[in-house]
């Protein structure tokens, strides 16, 4: 089983920038695709990013692309979320998570980006962004 504990939260300006690092127990890391889920008071749990086991792959949700960086080092056994420009609407709960594949299935090539796709799940680490 997959323990991960995500770290790196915390209240930062709109404008700011936050860098959440999420480390995993599993010897076998670099054979998991990673990813990274928020979630708001009263919304449902949300993509944000992945990344391929070997790190080459990323996919963004929309509303991060150009501002958040997705990244892992797999000789530490660690995933990585470099959020900058942060906003408001930003402010939620994040998650890290892992799955066995990047693509939902073997023959599709589309990334997992649903919650339900993903198997081990950290304890959430807050981020608010004042206004």
């Known amino acids: 089983q997959v323990q991960l504990v995500e770290s790196g939260g915390g209240l930062v300006h709109t404008g700011g920038s936050l860098r959440l690092s999420c480390a995993a127990s599993?010897?076998?890391?670099?054979?998991?695709?990673m990813g990274w889920f928020r979630q708001a008071p009263g919304k449902e749990r949300e993509f944000v990013a992945c990344?391929?086991?070997?790190?080459?792959?990323?996919y963004y949700a929309d509303s991060v692309k150009g501002r958040f960086t997705i990244s892992r080092d797999n000789d530490k056994n660690m995933v990585y979320l470099q959020m900058n420009s942060l906003k408001p609407d930003d402010t939620a709960v994040y998650y890290c998570?892992?799955?066995?594949?990047?693509?939902?299935?073997?023959?599709?090539?589309?990334?997992?980006?649903?919650?339900?796709?993903?198997?081990?799940w950290g304890q959430g680490t807050q981020v608010t962004v004042s206004s």
């Open positions: 990344i391929n086991r070997s790190g080459g792959s990323m």
């Open positions: 998570a892992s799955r066995r594949t990047y693509y939902r299935s073997t023959y599709s090539s589309t990334p997992a980006k649903s919650h339900s796709e993903y198997d081990y």
């Open positions: 599993e010897r076998t890391f670099s054979s998991y695709a």
